[in-house]
């Protein structure tokens, strides 16, 4: 893996882990406001995307591994 790849994948994993936290933060002010609808699906798009933030950052940070080693 390149190096640019690997800046690409950790800038795509801080974007998805960006991403989720602003829709956890949206969905907290749901909450809040006592409008409930939203608030689980939201949750659980926010866990998706911090998981995949996860996932993309362990690929980035392999890549890395094996292209130093």
Do not use: P
Not at 16 to 45: E, K, N
Not at 54 to 65: D, I, N, P, S, Y
């Amino acid at each position: 893996m390149s190096e640019n790849d690997s800046r690409l994948l950790w800038s795509a994993a801080a974007a998805f882990a960006v991403l989720g936290a602003a829709v956890l933060a949206y969905a907290v002010q749901l909450y809040l406001a006592d409008d409930t609808i939203y608030v689980d699906a939201l949750s659980r798009f926010a866990g998706a995307t911090w998981g995949l933030s996860l996932t993309v950052g362990a690929v980035a940070w392999q890549g890395r591994r094996l292209s130093s080693g």
